[in-house]
């Protein structure tokens, strides 16, 4: 005798039960995999400072500006302190954390500086700053055509010269500087006695969980005024 167990209601109601209790077990299993927040306070923050033991007399104004002294050492530093990551985000005893800085503020050693107006984190290529204008002497030129002719420096410590190219899929990735994996970044960039006078905007992006999952990314500016 061939029985059909699915016309059977016994079987039917049983059938029903372990389907119903398969579906839930699958639900909570996914819900277990959801990745949490990358900060354990459910906020990531960060915050930087100039080193004041390296360039004695540096202060912070009320209008958030930086008045960094002149040290003699040609360079100053800044200091950061990130909030630290889910313990989830920590491999082998190592955050992934980045963080990434640029400037507004450009040079071609011992002979000329310049800002640009409107810049941003990446601002070369964000803000297409890349075709406009630069006084040079008595004539203007563009940041691709003067890299034909000088290497051009970054207060952030990178450098553009007529061997980059610009059309690179990475090539915004070239025009910052890095410290990762680090809760407390620290990037040490030039002064020179030249710049005295000056002013520029220090962009620094910081990423929590930069490898995978959720990723929480944060842009923070410090203006500076170099000074004697």
């Not at 699958?26 to 923050?45: A, I, R, V």
């Not at 080193?51 to 540096?58: A, E, V």
């Not at 890349?130 to 055509?145: C, E, H, R, W």
Request: positive net charge.
């Amino acid at each position: 005798m061939r029985i059909k167990l699915f016309n059977n209601p016994a079987f039917s109601g049983i059938f029903l039960i372990i389907a119903t209790i398969f579906t839930l077990t699958n639900c909570t299993k996914d819900n277990s995999l959801k990745k949490p927040y990358p900060c354990p306070d459910g906020s990531c923050d960060a915050t930087f400072v100039i080193d004041t033991i390296q360039n004695k007399g540096s202060y912070i104004d009320n209008t958030n500006t930086w008045h960094i002294k002149y040290s003699g050492l040609n360079y100053f530093r800044i200091l950061g302190e990130a909030d630290t990551l889910n313990r989830k985000y920590v491999i082998n005893g190592i955050p992934l954390i980045e963080t990434g800085y640029d400037s507004n503020y450009f040079y071609i050693p011992r002979n000329i500086t310049w800002t640009y107006p409107v810049y941003s984190f990446l601002g070369l290529f964000s803000n297409n700053n890349l075709s406009k204008a630069i006084p040079f002497g008595n004539k203007t030129y563009t940041i691709v055509q003067l890299t034909d002719i000088y290497y051009i420096e970054n207060l952030a410590g990178y450098q553009i010269n007529k061997k980059f190219h610009y059309e690179h899929p990475a090539a915004s990735t070239m025009l910052q500087t890095y410290s990762k994996y680090d809760y407390q970044p620290t990037q040490q960039m030039v002064f020179f006695k030249e710049m005295i006078g000056d002013e520029a905007q220090v962009y620094i992006r910081v990423r929590w969980n930069s490898d995978f999952g959720p990723t929480v990314e944060k842009i923070y500016t410090l203006k500076i005024k170099f000074e004697a």
